[in-house]
């Protein structure tokens, strides 16, 4: 047979190959952590002081969550439920981790919190080893504070790659080379190279596009976890006069180096995402953007929301949420589903497709069909078990949000508190002595996720102080 007839069936068989390799083609996936950012603190969510422009040119790309929640109102106990998909209380991981290890609590206070876990057992399966079948190239760069020892640092849970992350929740400082004289936190670990005056949030982009560059071949999976905007407060000197002069003419919000920290946290956002699109890789990427928990009130004003981090009002667990994934995801759509933390893995498991091998019994459920198909979830109800006294608020206790409304209850004090958030975002209106039967529903309800759950209990403290 000439080379003329046997051409067709070559060419034939090469275009069936290319579209099986499109078909097989995985979306990479880049999930954007930032720490402490609060829900107002962006323009896209309703902020007139914070610069964002590139963050609401993401939102507008995508789609907008206005009532996400994170599932504790501090960091560590989130993270774990991001990476895992199941909620702190049944990973018995309630509280960060240098809090439990030295047992932060009054001595006269009601409760004693419980001994949770430091860490996330390494038989959980995280994201990065749910997609070990899938050839997925996978890189946790900064933040990590979800193991106290080395033994349970991303490599060892999944991560191909450990960039910047180590036991600590916050760098000794955001200048390199990242030093400090401390016996608690002297240097950042697992970050080589380092350059005298660089700005770590700088620093930490130009690994994650460095990451992409080197695996754009492949799917990807990036988890990148800024230390920003968490204190200690540190920003550049010019962004930080520039702010100094807006809180000239602002009444209201509070920090001018926090500004900065924002600012720069945008640039460097927008930064990857032009890296990303420069690479031909825009339409094939999922791109999630989160914050860990509300804003630190000693540095943001969270108006409306009460309260900020450490708090399980609407201040210390709502957060800013959105996602990215061009044709797939409406432009410039929102959500007003209540959706909460641990609900990122499955969604991410479910986007991918196919193949994934994820943990059992997971807590979240995928918010693919709110995403993609703009429809509802049939979940009614949100819980979060936090026993244990954070040192912004010192106020263990839990909540449920069923619906509209949302039960408070304070272990210490004790005290219960009932809102209607939807007209009382602000959390103002106590309607639990109006509506006693809807408290004790929501009690019920919470009692029975609990048994569901088993989470390590806290105990009544036996020398507590008599009032």
């Given at each position: 047979?000439?080379?003329?007839?046997?051409?067709?069936?070559?060419?034939?068989?090469?275009?069936?190959?290319?579209?099986?390799?499109?078909?097989?083609?995985?979306?990479?996936?880049?999930?954007?952590?930032?720490?402490?950012?609060?829900?107002?603190?962006?323009?896209?969510?309703?902020?007139?002081?914070?610069?964002?422009?590139?963050?609401?040119?993401?939102?507008?790309?995508?789609?907008?969550?206005?009532?996400?929640?994170?599932?504790?109102?501090?960091?560590?106990?989130?993270?774990?439920?991001?990476?895992?998909?199941?909620?702190?209380?049944?990973?018995?991981?309630?509280?960060?981790?240098?809090?439990?290890?030295?047992?932060?609590?009054?001595?006269?206070?009601?409760?004693?919190?419980?001994?949770?876990?430091?860490?996330?057992?390494?038989?959980?399966?995280?994201?990065?080893?749910?997609?070990?079948?899938?050839?997925?190239?996978?890189?946790?760069?900064?933040?990590?504070?979800?193991?106290?020892?080395?033994?349970?640092?991303?490599?060892?849970?999944?991560?191909?790659?450990?960039?910047?992350?180590?036991?600590?929740?916050?760098?000794?400082?955001?200048?390199?080379?990242?030093?400090?004289?401390?016996?608690?936190?002297?240097?950042?670990?697992?970050?080589?190279e380092r350059k005298e005056d660089e700005y770590l949030t700088d620093r930490l982009t130009d690994e994650a596009i460095g990451f992409i560059s080197d695996h754009k071949e492949r799917p990807f999976f990036l988890y990148l976890s800024h230390y920003g905007v968490h204190t200690p407060l540190e920003a550049p000197k010019n962004l930080v006069e520039k702010y100094k002069t807006k809180l000239k003419n602002n009444p209201i919000q509070k920090n001018a180096t926090y500004a900065a920290m924002i600012e720069n946290m945008d640039f460097n956002v927008g930064r990857l995402l032009t890296a990303v699109d420069k690479m031909g890789l825009t339409d094939n990427t999922i791109v999630i953007f989160y914050s860990d928990n509300g804003g630190?009130?000693?540095?943001?004003?969270?108006?409306?929301?009460?309260?900020?981090?450490?708090?399980?009002?609407?201040?210390?667990?709502?957060?800013?949420?959105?996602?990215?994934?061009?044709?797939?995801?409406?432009?410039?759509?929102?959500?007003?589903?209540?959706?909460?933390?641990?609900?990122?893995?499955?969604?991410?498991?479910?986007?991918?497709?196919?193949?994934?091998?994820?943990?059992?019994?997971?807590?979240?459920?995928?918010?693919?069909?709110?995403?993609?198909?703009?429809?509802?979830?049939?979940?009614?109800?949100?819980?979060?078990?936090?026993?244990?006294?954070?040192?912004?608020?010192?106020?263990?206790?839990?909540?449920?949000?069923?619906?509209?409304?949302?039960?408070?209850?304070?272990?210490?004090?004790?005290?219960?508190?009932?809102?209607?958030?939807?007209?009382?975002?602000?959390?103002?209106?106590?309607?639990?002595?109006?509506?006693?039967?809807?408290?004790?529903?929501?009690?019920?309800?919470?009692?029975?996720?609990?048994?569901?759950?088993?989470?390590?209990?806290?105990?009544?403290?036996?020398?507590?102080?008599?009032?």
């Amino acid at each position: 047979m000439r080379c003329y007839k046997i051409l067709p069936f070559i060419i034939v068989a090469l275009f069936t190959q290319m579209n099986i390799w499109s078909q097989e083609k995985r979306p990479n996936v880049i999930l954007i952590l930032v720490d402490d950012l609060g829900w107002q603190d962006l323009g896209c969510y309703g902020s007139n002081f914070y610069e964002t422009p590139n963050i609401d040119k993401l939102r507008s790309e995508g789609m907008k969550f206005t009532q996400a929640y994170s599932a504790s109102p501090v960091c560590s106990p989130t993270r774990a439920s991001i990476l895992t998909g199941k909620n702190p209380a049944t990973l018995h991981f309630t509280g960060h981790i240098t809090s439990i290890g030295k047992h932060r609590f009054p001595k006269d206070g009601q409760i004693i919190p419980p001994d949770d876990k430091m860490y996330v057992p390494l038989e959980e399966v995280m994201i990065p080893e749910a997609l070990l079948n899938l050839g997925y190239a996978t890189a946790s760069i900064g933040k990590w504070h979800v193991g106290i020892e080395e033994k349970y640092f991303p490599t060892h849970q999944g991560f191909d790659f450990n960039i910047a992350g180590y036991e600590h929740g916050s760098p000794p400082t955001y200048w390199g080379p990242y030093e400090k004289d401390s016996d608690w936190n002297p240097i950042i670990k697992n970050l080589y190279e380092r350059k005298e005056d660089e700005y770590l949030t700088d620093r930490l982009t130009d690994e994650a596009i460095g990451f992409i560059s080197d695996h754009k071949e492949r799917p990807f999976f990036l988890y990148l976890s800024h230390y920003g905007v968490h204190t200690p407060l540190e920003a550049p000197k010019n962004l930080v006069e520039k702010y100094k002069t807006k809180l000239k003419n602002n009444p209201i919000q509070k920090n001018a180096t926090y500004a900065a920290m924002i600012e720069n946290m945008d640039f460097n956002v927008g930064r990857l995402l032009t890296a990303v699109d420069k690479m031909g890789l825009t339409d094939n990427t999922i791109v999630i953007f989160y914050s860990d928990n509300g804003g630190e009130g000693k540095v943001t004003d969270n108006s409306p929301l009460r309260e900020g981090k450490g708090y399980l009002y609407e201040g210390g667990i709502r957060v800013p949420l959105m996602v990215k994934w061009p044709g797939k995801i409406p432009k410039n759509s929102t959500s007003e589903i209540p959706v909460i933390s641990d609900d990122l893995y499955p969604t991410i498991i479910d986007l991918i497709g196919k193949g994934t091998r994820p943990g059992e019994n997971l807590d979240g459920v995928s918010l693919a069909p709110i995403l993609t198909e703009g429809n509802s979830l049939s979940r009614d109800e949100l819980y979060w078990y936090y026993p244990q006294y954070s040192p912004q608020a010192k106020m263990p206790g839990y909540a449920i949000r069923k619906g509209n409304y949302k039960l408070i209850e304070c272990y210490d004090p004790k005290r219960v508190e009932l809102f209607d958030l939807v007209n009382d975002i602000e959390e103002k209106n106590n309607l639990a002595k109006d509506y006693p039967d809807k408290v004790l529903e929501l009690q019920e309800s919470f009692q029975t996720w609990l048994k569901q759950t088993q989470p390590i209990l806290h105990t009544l403290n036996p020398n507590r102080t008599k009032s």
